[in-house]
């Protein structure tokens, strides 16, 4: 009897020990997870996304849009069909009826993937348009159903995707701005979400006598862009022209107004349409004028006479006393492009035949430090500040490791690597009198019945404005008497200069290839404009004076009309 006794109390004791132990683990080790799946059962409260802010154009019209659209998912446990035969159904319209079997094929079989699955909410689509969710209804497919959603849309296709970026999703399945203005400015796009909460009984029924808890989702801000629809249009079609008719594997053009860097077009090939940019491959996603470096070339001598004049060293009619031949430098030497050599010549004449000796001449007279820092003034070497999402700022070589050969080459140009938006503010330095400015492509934020001018950084002066006037007028003689003067336009003063840069390829240059680019401004006095070309390795000619800069004026030929520029003559 006492075995017995004391077998129960044990079995009592062991029971009391097992019941303190779960208390234990229910209140002390799962207390707040258990706390919050019963504060879930009994709170309701949901996140309310907040609309996307729109892109603007110049002239008021739409480059990107919030649309409407539909999630399209499946509740597989109510599914009557078989997931191939839903899978069939709905790959076409997923894909826009494409004729391409392949791409068809591929859909089916991540349809019915995604269909084997056991769930009430299994996502098979997103961002699924109206024309095509209304199909789909028509169907009346067991277990499919939709979701509203937000779109982005862009009412003129691909027309400048680079500078606008695109809406893609993070690592939560959350829209997000990548690349561009939509990237760069994607938190003022994006807003604020909202929330709505409120507490309901076990069947799921709302407690009204506590309230519901509301906030609104604040609505993003509408971006107003300098960037004219009719030039955007204009330079892509003129690009693709161009880049067909020269064999080149890419290429850009970009326009500013140099007295407030203002962006008023800007385009690179090969581009890609925001809309579908899962079709594409990342690399066509950055921006080449604010993403990639080459070597400048001759497009930078202006800069380095620039720096010569202002510094008092060289005047438009200084003589080179070192230009009757090939300039011996160490072991190497600097020719002319042309091997035609000048003896005495004037600095202008070194500008207009693009003379590499002439270009050594000035860097000499500068010294490496001098040459440094005015390049650096001029903004290379370092970030424009443009408000763009991927810009990169290559740099120059650290001051004070300059050898002789060094400051030679960057003084026309090689061994010196820029942007194409670097390129083109430094180059507005000379158009505008000698002041620095950012380029900017949003010009206004706005939103409901208010609007307010974005920051601006203030223009710092870096050279005279004697000096600039007097480095114009060289440009405009090249434009007149260089190479590239079968290309103007009789009766209008440009301010231009072409560049041909060779490629540096793992420590050496490819002989084989070159980058080419035309830089200019109009009119001469008053700029309205200036405008940088690259073309990236044109097979139809290796100077830049038969490609890059028939080019440039003939996407001039229309921006004369329609931003006033008059003929001086």
């Known amino acids: 009897m006492l075995v017995k006794i004391r077998i129960l109390l044990f079995l009592f004791f062991a029971l009391f020990l097992a019941l303190v132990l779960k208390l234990f683990y229910w209140q002390i080790i799962k207390g707040k997870e258990l706390s919050s799946d019963a504060e879930r059962q009994y709170n309701s409260s949901q996140i309310t996304s907040a609309p996307r802010g729109n892109i603007i154009a110049s002239d008021g019209t739409f480059w990107a849009i919030r649309d409407n659209a539909w999630l399209v998912f499946a509740n597989t446990l109510l599914i009557k069909k078989s997931p191939e035969t839903i899978a069939n159904i709905l790959a076409p ?9 392949n791409q068809i094929h591929v859909e089916k079989d991540r349809l019915a993937g995604l269909l ?10 997103q961002k699924v348009q109206e024309d095509i969710k209304k199909n789909i209804a028509a169907l009346n497919l067991d277990g499919i159903n939709f979701q509203s959603q ?3 849309f862009y009412p003129e296709a691909s027309a400048g995707a680079q500078l606008l970026g695109f809406v893609g999703k993070d690592e939560n399945g959350d829209d997000i701005g990548y690349f561009g203005l939509e990237g760069y400015y994607n938190l003022a796009l994006s807003g604020k979400p909202g929330f709505t909460g409120g507490e309901k009984d076990a069947k799921g029924v709302p407690i009204l006598i506590n309230g519901n808890k509301q906030v609104s989702a604040i609505s993003g801000v509408d971006l107003v862009t300098s960037v004219d629809k009719r030039l955007q249009i204009l330079i892509e079609e003129k690009l693709k022209e161009g880049i067909e008719k020269y064999g080149a ?7 500013m107004d140099p007295k407030n860097g203002n962006i008023l077009a800007m385009t690179s090939y090969p581009s890609f349409d925001p809309a579908d940019y899962q079709k594409y491959s990342d690399s066509v996603f950055k921006n080449p004028v604010i993403s990639d470096s080459f070597e400048p070339g001759s497009i930078l001598k202006p800069l380095v006479m620039a720096a010569g004049i ?33 003896p005495n010549i004037s600095m202008t004449d070194v500008i207009v035949n693009s003379d590499n000796v002439g270009m050594s001449f000035v860097g000499q007279k500068l010294g490496a430090d001098k040459l440094y ?9 370092q970030e424009s500040g443009i408000d763009l999402q991927g810009e990169v700022a ?20 090689q061994g010196v690597a820029v942007t194409g938006i670097q390129m083109i503010r430094a180059i507005s330095i000379i158009a505008n009198g000698g002041y620095l400015v950012t380029p900017k492509v949003v010009q206004k934020i706005q939103g409901d019945g208010w609007q307010e001018p974005t920051n601006v950084t203030p223009p710092k002066r870096v050279i005279s404005e004697e000096a600039a006037s007097e480095v114009a007028q060289m440009m405009l003689e090249a434009s007149n008497r260089g190479e590239a003067k079968w290309t103007r336009i009789p009766g209008f003063d440009v301010a231009g200069k072409t560049g041909t840069a060779q490629i540096p390829v793992e420590g050496h240059y490819d002989t084989t290839n070159t980058n080419h680019s035309f830089v200019g401004f109009a009119p001469l006095k008053n700029p309205k404009f200036v405008m940088l070309v690259t073309l990236e390795s044109p ?18 030929r229309d921006l004369f009309p329609y931003l006033g520029v008059e003929p001086s003559q």
């Open 93 to 101: 319209l997923f894909t826009d009826n494409s004729e391409d079997k």
């Open 116 to 125: 084997t699955k056991r769930g009430a909410y299994i996502p098979l689509k």
């Open 150 to 152: 937000e779109a982005r």
């Open 249 to 255: 594997k890419g290429g850009s053009v970009t326009v």
């Open 310 to 342: 202002d510094a008092q060293l060289v005047t438009p009619s200084t003589e080179c006393d070192i230009c009757s031949g090939p300039l011996k430098l160490d072991k190497y030497f600097i020719k002319t492009w042309n091997n035609e050599y000048h």
């Open 373 to 381: 820092d005015y390049l650096n003034s001029f903004g290379i070497g």
């Open 394 to 413: 290559p740099n120059l070589r650290k001051k004070g490791t300059w050898n002789v050969v060094d400051l030679a080459t960057a003084s026309f140009g």
């Open 539 to 556: 097979t139809s000619s290796p100077w830049a004076a038969e490609t890059a800069a028939p080019l440039w004026y003939s996407v001039a």
